[in-house]
């Protein structure tokens, strides 16, 4: 069998990576709806469940917590983030290192690109570095491929999320993460353009259980891998019930309906 450096963070080539992150890149106003969240040891509990492929945490949370989850938990670590506070064009702080990443027992790294911000140069120069050391270490790469900044008028149109989706194939990511562009033909296309690269859905604020579910299996119906969430599942008040759909609608090909029926 050939051997992906994606495969650690993978489900029959199927991905769930829950995102907990929200803490740097929007602050405590996301743990409100659900404020047990704003203890990570709670999303950790959360990414033992069977259908989390992977967590994603920037590096103090990981420090601090996945000593204790690294036999039930993949973590895919999160080098660089930026808080909500910061009010200039689209950028993100690289606050960890590859290596560093590998020594807290990382199976993969995760990179956000602002495709289209006047900071696009450096991101894609510091990407580079990260893609190649983690090449290095044999560590899967997710970037979060978000196009963003003074210059773009609709971050999530058909045409863009394709650009974005091309931009994790053009640049070497395993995995791109990108926000769903509106219908299941915009997601194809961008799948298309991604080639080998896997392409995740974001899962983006908080809505309703079935149009969420909805949302997901009309990406996958696309080709999409699967979707890298976070505010839909730990802001919701039964997140493992949620969980327990996605699994459905993920890996064993359940419509939203028949995964809510379970
Ligand atoms: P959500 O499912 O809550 O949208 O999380 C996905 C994510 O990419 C997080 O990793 C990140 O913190 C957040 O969205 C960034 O959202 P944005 O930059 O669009 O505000």
Known sequence: MIQHADDAITRDGKILILAYDHGLEHGPVDFEPNPETADPERVFELATHDAVTALAVQKG???????????DVSLLLKLNGTSNLWMGEPDSAVNCSVEYAADLGADAIGFTLYGGSNH?????????????D???????????????GQGLKNDTSSDTIAYAARQGLEL???????????????????VRMAGPTKVVMSGGSKTDDRSFLETVESAIDAGAKGLAVGRNVFQ??????LLD???GV???ELSAAEALRQ
């Open 61 to 71: 949370v990981a420090e601090a917590y996945y000593p204790y989850y690294e036999t």
């Open 120 to 132: 696009e140069i450096e991101m894609a120069e510091e990407f580079r570095d990260a893609q190649e």
């Open 134 to 148: 983690a090449r290095d270490h044999d560590m899967g790469v997710v970037m979060w491929s978000y196009p963003r």
């Open 172 to 190: 070497g990511a395993d995995v791109a993460k990108v926000k769903y562009p509106g219908s299941a033909d915009a997601m194809a296309e961008a």
């Open 236 to 241: 919701r008040e039964n997140p493992t019930q």
């Open 245 to 247: 759909a996605l699994e």
């Open 250 to 252: 993920i890996f064993e």
